[in-house]
T-cell receptor
Framework: NAGVTQTPKFRILKIGQSMTLQCTQD?????MYWYRQDPGMGLKLIYY???????DKGEVPNGYNVSRSTTEDFPLRLELAAPSQTSVYFC?????????????FGEGSRLTVL | QKEVEQNSGPLSVPEGAIASLNCTYS??????FFWYRQYSGKSPELIMF????GDKEDGRFTAQLNKASQYVSLLIRDSQPSDSATYLC????????FGAGTRLTVKP
């Protein structure tokens, strides 16, 4: 099993550009999450989903959008990129209840906005 | 505001020693507690979780929880250089909040 797969691993954006970070999991997990991690900071929850068609905001959702059309995929859309969105983004998934069990993380996507 | 606080370190211990990592949290309703290890440039991976007050042991790792004091810790016995990483404390109460992590260095 591949687990949680994120693409791209690295990306440089110009201010105002848009892009989508892709996330796919093959573990049939209902729950999926997007976190960002800034240097010296903890992981901050951007959005999460408890199943196909259901998404909800986390702690830092501004400037991002998500969709969950299938159980496997949970893309994160950045609109009008800003330098403050420079970060490492992690997608994660879990089984059981939301946030109640082990989170399985992808390898991360490092985004730089210049 | 739900906060999870950790000493950022770096914490340096000699090989074979016990490393003690601490975490405090502000939300008394928190229900479950997790320790993740993150090697530099890698994604976090779960080491241990604990739900009840007291100690939980798994090999060289022991998690300790004191809900009255809102305190959770991780002890690593017989520390190895391969344990050198950042350790993230995570607390669950309808969402998952992470601390900033403690960087541990184990010196040969």
């Amino acid at each position: 099993n591949a687990g949680v797969t994120q693409t791209p691993k690295f990306r440089i954006l110009k201010i105002g550009q848009s892009m989508t970070l892709q996330c796919t999991q093959d573990m049939n997990h209902n729950y999926m999450y997007w976190y960002r991690q800034d240097p010296g900071m903890g992981l901050k929850l951007i959005y999460y989903s408890v199943g196909a068609g259901i998404t909800d905001k986390g702690e830092v959702p501004n400037g991002y959008n998500v969709s969950r059309s299938t159980t496997e995929d949970f893309p994160l859309r950045l609109e009008l990129a800003a330098p403050s969105q420079t970060s490492v983004y992690f997608c994660a998934s879990s089984s059981g209840g939301a946030f109640t069990g082990e989170l399985f993380f992808g390898e991360g996507s490092r985004l730089t906005v210049l | 505001q739900k906060e999870v606080e950790q000493n950022s370190g770096p914490l340096s211990v000699p090989e074979g020693a016990i490393a003690s990592l601490n975490c405090t949290y502000s939300d008394r309703g928190s229900q479950s507690f997790f320790w993740y290890r993150q090697y530099s440039g890698k994604s976090p991976e779960l080491i241990m979780f604990i739900y009840s007050n007291g100690d939980k042991e798994d090999g060289r790792f022991t998690a300790q929880l004191n809900k009255a004091s809102q305190y959770v810790s991780l002890l690593i016995r017989d520390s190895q250089p391969s344990d050198s990483a950042t350790y993230l404390c995570a607390v669950n109460n309808n969402d998952m909040r992470f601390g900033a992590g403690t960087r541990l260095t184990v010196k040969p």
